[in-house]
């Protein structure tokens, strides 16, 4: 994943002094694209990139262009139809100068005007700037993968980047780019969705499940991603999504360009506190496929020592985002630091097949189906982005199968009834995708492994982790602060010690009331949304995020490994360094530079 800024019609002023700032805005960007920076000025627009070079790295260099430079394109993002691309539009004599993946936007643009966006395969965020007609055009992808913000200045301008941290400072509003849009300034400005899958709607399917249909489907999905021209590898939990991610790519590894220059043994990395229920899975499953498995051992006192550059960087202030994005931050540093580049991974099997706990209570199909579409379309503010941007943060990118366009959109035309969870069937969460993969012949995964059944992230890497941060949070914020929280924080207000820590360390970073409003809220039961309490009223009582609320179903592996590491944090003094409080952050405002 590369970072990209945008300054479009800014106030006229000082060149020179307006080119420095946009530079030294764009460097907060530079931890998303640490090998080249590039910057086109047509103008008073600005279009600026920081490059994580993965397909052609000696000459894709970024800002790119079409032939005579009239149309300039700033892209972070994996085009994974470039070549059949490129071939349709060298018979309409385009010329290419790169052989990176992205320059076919320029070039498409000159083709087909702004209806071209539903073309690409892939996950995107793009500024494109007009030079003839003074234009420009920004998109998202369809899902919300790459991450994205725009903010408006005083004086008219519009501000587009990866990272709110390189716009908050100089908007007078910004917000979420919203996925699988696209915003133009013809007639006046303002945003559009490109994106209109038939799952949009929310109206119930009725295709009948495919089991084989649904595994092609997914393999193509992961092969495409193969796309590489460095060191890659995937992130494996030792869980079903990951587990088949893997799998997978152990498969068809061989008949790839990557395997060829990388070899055919596939790497793959596991983050957890020593003794975790990931590790150990993770493990079972890399020796099962023959995989070259490197393990990362975190403690409670490391992830607490590292939760204030996970909020600077993943830029939320979500209880259950942070929990999960610090043992990937940690991990992403240490992957980054063996030359690897890019990792598969396997986010959002949970949101379109219903496999989170809570979805356990789920009344009907309707419903079932109904909160997949929402889940899937809140999934940017989740774990798209923390997949993203704890990856990021250490230059290194994350790439998500499951997240596939044309697998959605087979994955959600099934009808729901398949995707139920029906214990007098059999049916455990995910069953569907679970029985897809469900070879006797040629195994994918031991069946053990195969239905394991769900645990969230933050569980997975060790059960006390949770417990340490909330015994660390509540060291920090006193019953007094607690009670004061509604007037303190009057919007999303935190109603646990460990939210109310969290938030304080956020609006150090991002002070203004449009970083505060970028954040969801509302309670959250196992990753749920307010449909789990409503489904169930009984959670209403425990809104804890972590899975070990939903149903009970964690307890007695929780209870075997929780107090011991607990108990050595806090007597070892988890962390005495306290952030200031909001009063000071107001009274401050600065924003620091990563």
């Given amino acids: 994943m590369c970072g990209i800024l945008a300054v479009l019609g800014c106030a006229a002023g000082d060149e020179k002094e307006k080119r420095a700032r946009v530079l030294e805005l764009s460097r907060r960007l530079k931890h998303r694209g640490p090998d080249w920076s590039g910057l086109r000025q047509v103008g008073d627009c600005y279009l600026s990139h920081q490059r994580l070079a993965i397909v052609d790295p000696a000459s894709g260099d970024q800002p790119l262009y079409n032939e005579d430079q009239t149309v300039v394109v700033t892209v972070n993002g994996e085009i994974y139809n470039h070549q059949a691309i490129r071939e349709q539009l060298a018979k309409a004599n385009h010329k290419f100068r790169t052989g990176s993946d992205c320059e076919v936007i320029a070039h498409l643009y000159e083709e087909h005007g702004e209806e071209f966006v539903d073309m690409l395969d892939g996950v995107f965020a793009f500024v494109l700037l007009d030079t003839r007609s003074g234009t420009f055009l920004a998109a998202r992808d ?68 495919d089991p084989l249909a649904l595994r092609k489907a997914f393999e193509k999905a992961v092969t495409k991603r193969l796309m590489t021209d460095v060191p890659f590898g995937v992130l494996l939990s030792g869980g079903l999504d990951s587990s088949l991610v893997a799998a997978v790519t ?159 959109n087979e994955a959600m035309s099934i009808d729901p009834e398949w995707k139920m969870i029906r214990p007098d069937l059999g049916r455990i969460e995910k069953w569907a995708v679970r029985k897809a993969f469900d070879d006797e012949e040629q195994p994918y995964l031991p069946k053990h492994i195969l239905y394991r059944q769900k645990e969230q992230f933050s569980d997975g890497v060790g059960y006390s982790w949770i417990d340490g941060l909330k015994a660390h949070a509540a060291s920090i914020v006193s019953d007094k602060m607690m009670s004061n929280a509604q007037y303190i924080f009057p919007h999303n207000t935190p109603t646990t010690k460990e939210a109310y820590y969290y938030r304080m360390i956020f609006e150090r970073f991002f002070p203004q009331k449009s970083a505060i409003l970028t954040v969801p809220g509302g309670p959250s039961v196992a990753c749920s949304t307010a449909k789990a309490i409503e489904w169930d009223a009984q959670w209403s009582g425990n809104l804890d995020p972590s899975g070990r609320a939903a149903l009970g179903v964690h307890v007695a592996a929780y209870e075997e490994e929780s107090e011991k590491q607990v108990k050595a944090t806090i007597a070892a003094g988890a962390s005495t360094k306290k952030p200031r409080t909001t009063i000071e952050v107001v009274a401050n405002g600065v924003a620091i530079e990563g």
């Fill in 142 to 209: 369809a899902i919300g993968v790459t991450p994205l913000y725009i903010g408006w200045g005083i004086d008219g301008s519009v501000w587009i980047a990866s990272e709110m941290k390189a716009i908050h400072d100089e908007c007078e509003h910004f917000e979420i780019f919203p996925p699988g849009h696209l915003y133009s300034s013809k007639n006046g400005g303002g945003f559009r969705r490109w994106y209109n899958p038939p799952w949009f709607s929310e109206d119930i399917p009725s295709v009948p499940y």
């Fill in 250 to 408: 152990v498969r068809h590894l061989e008949e790839t360009e990557a395997a060829k220059r990388w070899g055919n043994k596939l790497h793959s990395f596991c983050v957890g506190l020593e003794g975790s229920p990931d590790l150990k899975a993770a493990k079972e499953v890399a020796d099962y496929l023959g995989t070259v498995h490197t393990e990362f051992y975190f403690t409670v006192q490391d992830g607490i020592d590292a939760i204030e550059d996970v909020i600077y960087h993943t830029e939320t202030y979500d209880v259950t985002t942070i929990r999960a994005s610090t043992p990937m931050f940690l991990m992403s540093r240490k992957i980054k630091a063996l030359g690897v580049k890019m990792v598969i991974s396997g986010e959002g099997s949970d949101e379109i097949f219903g496999g989170y706990l809570y979805f356990h209570k789920a009344p009907n199909k309707e419903e079932f189906h109904r909160e997949t579409c929402r889940k899937l379309k809140a999934l940017h503010q989740y774990d798209c982005l923390r997949a993203n941007k704890a990856t990021s943060a250490w230059g290194l990118e994350a790439r998500v199968p499951f997240l596939d366009k044309e697998f959605i």
